[in-house]
């Protein structure tokens, strides 16, 4: 570093130094890796979401038959941890109103 600091005096003087540069390039590659990480992640669980809704409104078609749109909203807005919990009820639910307690 200290040969850079030596070149950078002599010659004119960029606007960013190559050390500042570096930083910056490498700040750069560090917040491109992460934000790729990041929307793996969220893309991973927005699938599982999906796949569990789907499954669980094949599961709930079969076991009551058609579902009202009402039952279809609520099942694509659900958390994971909520779509789970209600395909566990499907085993002994009597009605749809059972699973998602409201009756």
């Given at each position: ?33 992460e ?6 992640q ?61 009756g």
């Open positions: 570093m200290d040969e850079v600091y030596t070149l950078e005096r002599n010659v004119t003087m960029p606007y960013v130094t190559s050390a500042e540069r570096f930083g910056i390039e490498k700040g750069l590659q560090q917040g491109r890796q934000g790729r990480q990041e929307g793996r969220e893309g991973r669980q927005e699938g599982r979401q999906e796949g569990e809704a789907a499954l669980l409104q094949s599961l709930l078609a079969r076991r009551f038959g058609a579902l009202p749109d009402s039952v279809r909203i609520r099942l694509d807005g659900a958390t994971v941890e909520q779509l789970e919990s209600w395909a566990i009820k499907v085993l002994d639910a009597q009605s749809l109103d059972e699973i998602f307690d409201q």
